[in-house]
């Protein structure tokens, strides 16, 4: 098989949610990686459709053998470390994201997204930390990380600015103590919004980022409205659990109270449509119930 049809051939069993067959095809590229004397120009593209597919697994697998030919591609050490941070072991992927973001010889946007990175890492070990002092240092750590990439450029990285302050507002309903001089979760999200609807195109990114920081100014009804938007962009299933996971791990939404009796089961009628999956929407359920039908016909 050519380096050109190795994504092809990725592409074709995650379009059609053949998971063993993707499965087969990571299992022979990561054979194919070692019997060749130099990184193929596929990895990148092949490494990408196992993120989109969210096939974490399969993810370590080519990325471990991508690495056994050097440290020296910055993508593949990202994909690696959220691969990791995705399945559960932050700690490990700390590791990797750390000693990216201080290559000099990395490009500054690869430098720049692992030091969101080493946010994501400590924001998870502050999730599954029981120990307040830990657990406050832990999500001090990923305010730092996230605020320090966002301030490199605050008309480029949204992203980690949104998760600042989604930290910043868990702090505030948790009562953790955060360092004097900390911004103010409300005013940083009022920035980061004027920032995103000024932006000159839209994606599914900067829709993301405005559904949190409208959840964070109390505007519930636009926020659903920046969810439906950012439905309304296809995105792919990666993009989709990481809303999801976010709303409900540090936005702490549920189904009983507002936004997330609206929100909640819009993105997870969404992330079952991207995964091929189905689902049978509740009739009071009129949100996810008209947007199920724009993702195909209520094949969800």
Same mark, same amino acid.
């Given at each position: 098989?050519?380096?050109?049809?190795?994504?092809?051939?990725?592409?074709?069993?995650?379009?059609?949610?053949?998971?063993?067959?993707?499965?087969?095809?990571?299992?022979?590229?990561?054979?194919?990686?070692?019997?060749?004397?130099?990184?193929?120009?596929?990895?990148?593209?092949?490494?990408?459709?196992?993120?989109?597919?969210?096939?974490?697994?399969?993810?370590?697998?080519?990325?471990? =053998? %991508?690495? /056994?030919? !050097?440290?020296?591609?910055? #993508? &593949?050490? *990202?994909?690696? @470390?959220?691969?990791?941070?995705?399945?559960?072991?932050?700690?490990?992927?700390?590791?990797?994201?750390?000693?990216?973001?201080?290559?000099?010889?990395?490009?500054?946007?690869?430098?720049?997204?692992?030091?969101?990175?080493?946010?994501?890492?400590?924001?998870?070990?502050?999730?599954?930390?029981?120990?307040?002092?830990?657990?406050?240092?832990?999500?001090?750590?990923?305010?730092?990380?996230?605020?320090?990439?966002?301030?490199?450029?605050?008309?480029?990285?949204?992203?980690?600015?949104?998760?600042?302050?989604?930290?910043?507002?868990?702090?505030?309903?948790?009562?953790?103590?955060?360092?004097?001089?900390?911004?103010?979760?409300?005013?940083?999200?009022?920035?980061?919004?004027?920032?995103?609807?000024?932006?000159?195109?839209?994606?599914?990114?900067?829709?993301?980022?405005?559904?949190? =920081? %409208?959840? /964070?100014? !109390?505007?519930?009804?636009? #926020? &659903?409205? *920046?969810?439906? @938007?950012?439905?309304?962009?296809?995105?792919?299933?990666?993009?989709?659990?990481?809303?999801?996971?976010?709303?409900?791990?540090?936005?702490?939404?549920?189904?009983?109270?507002?936004?997330?009796?609206?929100?909640?089961?819009?993105?997870?009628?969404?992330?079952?449509?991207?995964?091929?999956?189905?689902?049978?929407?509740?009739?009071?359920?009129?949100?996810?119930?008209?947007?199920?039908?724009?993702?195909?016909?209520?094949?969800?």
């Amino acid at each position: 098989m050519t380096s050109r049809t190795w994504p092809k051939q990725f592409r074709a069993a995650a379009s059609t949610f053949d998971w063993p067959a993707l499965a087969q095809l990571a299992a022979e590229y990561a054979t194919h990686l070692y019997a060749v004397p130099t990184l193929p120009n596929s990895i990148g593209l092949v490494l990408l459709v196992l993120r989109q597919s969210r096939r974490y697994e399969e993810l370590e697998l080519v990325a471990d =053998a %991508a690495l /056994a030919h !050097g440290p020296d591609v910055p #993508a &593949v050490r *990202r994909h690696y @470390a959220q691969a990791l941070v995705d399945r559960g072991n932050p700690a490990v992927a700390l590791r990797l994201y750390t000693e990216l973001a201080a290559d000099e010889t990395a490009p500054r946007s690869d430098r720049i997204e692992a030091r969101g990175g080493i946010g994501r890492c400590y924001k998870e070990m502050f999730l599954a930390c029981t120990e307040p002092d830990r657990g406050r240092r832990f999500l001090s750590r990923s305010l730092e990380a996230y605020l320090a990439a966002y301030l490199e450029d605050t008309e480029i990285y949204t992203w980690h600015g949104i998760n600042a302050v989604s930290l910043l507002a868990r702090a505030a309903r948790d009562g953790i103590q955060l360092p004097s001089g900390s911004p103010k979760a409300a005013a940083l999200a009022d920035d980061i919004l004027r920032t995103v609807d000024s932006a000159p195109v839209r994606n599914t990114w900067t829709e993301v980022t405005a559904c949190e =920081a %409208a959840i /964070a100014l !109390g505007r519930y009804d636009e #926020a &659903v409205e *920046r969810a439906e @938007a950012f439905i309304e962009t296809t995105p792919e299933g990666f993009t989709v659990a990481a809303f999801l996971r976010q709303l409900q791990t540090v936005w702490q939404l549920n189904t009983i109270t507002l936004p997330g009796d609206d929100l909640l089961p819009v993105l997870r009628s969404a992330l079952l449509a991207v995964d091929g999956g189905r689902v049978t929407v509740a009739s009071s359920d009129l949100r996810a119930a008209r947007l199920a039908d724009e993702l195909g016909g209520g094949r969800l």
